[in-house]
């Protein structure tokens, strides 16, 4: 079984983008991770408190390696984790991982289609996986 | 590289390449020779947002004017693109089964979708809009729905 690290949780920052499909896909990969596939590995931080310059969501970013979930190429989650002084260990956008899953065409907003289910699911195990590199890796891995 | 009419809405600037035609739902039009390349208007790749996937019709494939010449899925809408020309598909752009992206980062350059050997080389040119009568047309339609 691997070393975790539990000091330091890797940091998932969805999109905050609300009526927009691919926000919520990447919303609901960043709660299968957090609440389900990694609960004890990983912390959510919600994109708008950064935006808000909030204390406590601040240092969290600082202080932890991030994986960003950016719902279109404006990428808000990443600069603001950037912005915020963090480090982005990897960097992910829906459209693209999209393309990796045609079959898995995402529609609706509030509630997902099955397609956007899955494809969430499909993201979410991808991040999973880096999560286990970088807390295996004990320093918060390599931040490429 | 051509040159470009544009106006600006909001904070979105449109640009129309002056040395090629238009259909009315956006795509261009440019005479290559005996051929037609053809392509999509930066108004409609704005307006339509980041594309996923592009699905051109195969090279050899006869099209009717107004026929099914391309869908483009992107993150807001899925297009059919009709032919803005009756004719055979000779060429396709390969980087549209890679990086279809490329529609939205250099749509009259890099990112054309296919070339067309046309039936008759001007037929249906009168139902195509110059670069001044499109770019009325669109700026038109963009200043409208800003103001909604």
Request: aromatic share 6%.
């Given at each position: 079984m691997a070393e975790i690290d539990r000091t330091r949780r890797v940091v998932i920052v969805p999109c905050s983008g609300i009526g927009k499909t691919y926000g919520t896909v990447s919303r609901e990969?960043?709660?299968?991770?957090?609440?389900?596939?990694?609960?004890?590995?990983t912390r959510l931080v919600a994109l708008s408190?950064?935006?808000?310059?909030?204390?406590?969501?601040?240092?969290?970013?600082?202080?932890?390696?991030?994986?960003?979930?950016d719902g279109c190429k404006l990428a808000c989650a990443t600069k603001m984790v950037l912005e915020s002084g963090?480090?982005?260990?990897?960097?992910?956008?829906?459209?693209?991982?999209?393309r990796r899953y045609k079959q898995l065409k995402p529609q609706?907003?509030?509630?997902?289609?099955?397609?956007?289910k899955l494809l969430a699911r499909a993201l979410a195990d991808e991040i999973a996986q880096v999560v286990d590199g970088l807390t295996r890796s004990g320093d918060g891995g390599d931040n490429g | 590289m051509p040159d470009y009419i544009e106006f600006t809405v909001d904070k979105f600037t449109f640009k129309v390449a002056i040395d090629r035609y238009y259909s009315m739902e956006g795509l261009w039009v440019k005479r290559e020779g005996n051929n037609i390349r053809i392509g999509i208007s930066d108004y409609l790749q704005q307006r339509s947002g980041d594309v996923a996937f592009s699905e051109v019709k195969p090279i050899?494939?006869?099209?009717?004017?107004g026929d099914e010449l391309a869908v483009?899925?992107?993150?807001?809408?899925?297009?059919?693109?009709?032919?803005?020309?009756?004719g055979r598909v000779i060429e396709l752009n390969p980087a549209m089964q890679t990086t279809p992206e490329i529609i939205n980062q250099d749509p009259y350059g890099?990112?054309?979708?296919?070339?067309?050997?046309p039936d008759e080389a001007y037929a249906h040119v009168e139902q195509l809009l110059d670069p001044q009568a499109y770019f009325a047309r669109i700026k038109h339609e963009a200043e409208r729905e800003i103001s909604k």
């Open positions: 990969a960043a709660y299968d991770v957090t609440e389900d596939l990694r609960p004890e590995q408190k950064l935006v808000l310059g909030e204390a406590e969501a601040r240092s969290i970013v600082a202080s932890n390696p991030a994986i960003t979930i963090g480090t982005v260990a990897q960097d992910y956008a829906v459209l693209e991982v999209y609706g907003i509030a509630e997902l289609n099955e397609g956007g | 050899g494939t006869k099209l009717a004017f483009i899925e992107t993150i807001k809408v899925d297009i059919s693109l009709s032919s803005p020309v009756a890099s990112g054309w979708l296919a070339v067309i050997e």
